[in-house]
């Protein structure tokens, strides 16, 4: 299952919204994660089961989605919210999938 | 809950190598864990999969065949053993546990990670 996240690159300021999308090739019902990466830390997981926050997220960050269509959410963004983030896929494994990356920069 | 990850380092193509994960703050048999990767630069990739009792294992394309998954849980350990190793192999592997225990089904909810090892391969 190829995942494709958009847009590539978002550039907003802080206290904006946010809004990033994930895309399926093949249904995944709920089966979707999203990951942030801050530049030379290792990812942390945010959301997982398309909607559910993991734990000690925040809760401006939400995600929504079925079958092949998402969208990661943060609702006003804090400076420390600009890095990259992944979605990837449980749903038709193995193998897992991850999308390519969607980098929030600073506008 | 603490990952930490060795055996990295640099080797030449067609080289073998060994990383190794220690793990630290949970009950270690009952994850599955997990090898996922990151080339220079570009973005994630899915490794290999152990269940928590060692029995199922899973791998990717690009990796199978070639790279060999094992834990010791009587010592908190994940293992990856890297051989046939090639240019495209370089990149640094994160040792990551599932979120979710061995009762829950499927697995593929990474979290937490480790801080990474870098392997490169180089002539």
């Known amino acids: 299952t190829v995942l494709t996240q958009s847009p590539a690159t978002l550039s907003l300021s802080p206290g904006e919204r946010a809004t990033l999308s994930c895309r399926a090739s093949?249904?995944?019902?709920?089966?979707l994660a999203w990951y942030q990466q801050k530049p030379g830390q290792a990812p942390r997981l945010l959301i997982y089961?398309?909607?559910n926050r993991a734990t000690g997220i925040p809760a401006r960050f939400s995600g929504s989605g079925f079958g092949t269509d998402f969208t990661l959410t943060i609702s006003s963004l804090e400076p420390e919210d600009f890095a990259v983030y992944y979605c990837?896929?449980?749903?038709?494994?193995?193998?897992?999938?991850f999308g390519q990356g969607t980098k929030l920069e600073i506008k | 809950v603490q990952l930490v990850e060795s055996g990295g380092g640099v080797v030449q193509p067609g080289g073998s190598l060994r990383l190794s994960c220690s793990a630290s703050?949970?009950?270690?048999?009952?994850?599955?864990m997990n090898w996922v990767r990151q080339a220079p630069g570009k973005g994630l990739e899915w490794v290999s999969l152990?269940?928590?009792?060692?029995?199922?294992?899973?791998?990717g394309d690009a990796v199978k065949g070639r790279f060999t998954i094992s834990r010791d849980n009587n010592k908190n350990s994940l293992f990856l053993e890297m051989s046939g190793l090639t240019i495209e192999d370089t990149a640094v592997y994160y040792c990551?546990?599932?979120?979710f225990g061995s009762g829950s089904y499927p697995p593929g909810w990474f979290d937490p990670w480790g801080q990474g090892v870098l392997v490169t391969v180089s002539s």
């Open positions: 089961d398309a909607s």
């Open positions: 152990i269940s928590g009792d060692g029995g199922d294992r899973y791998y």
């Open positions: 703050g949970f009950t270690f048999d009952d994850y599955a």
């Open positions: 093949h249904s995944v019902s709920r089966h």
């Open positions: 990837q896929q449980r749903g038709n494994w193995p193998p897992y999938s």
């Open positions: 990551t546990k599932d979120k």
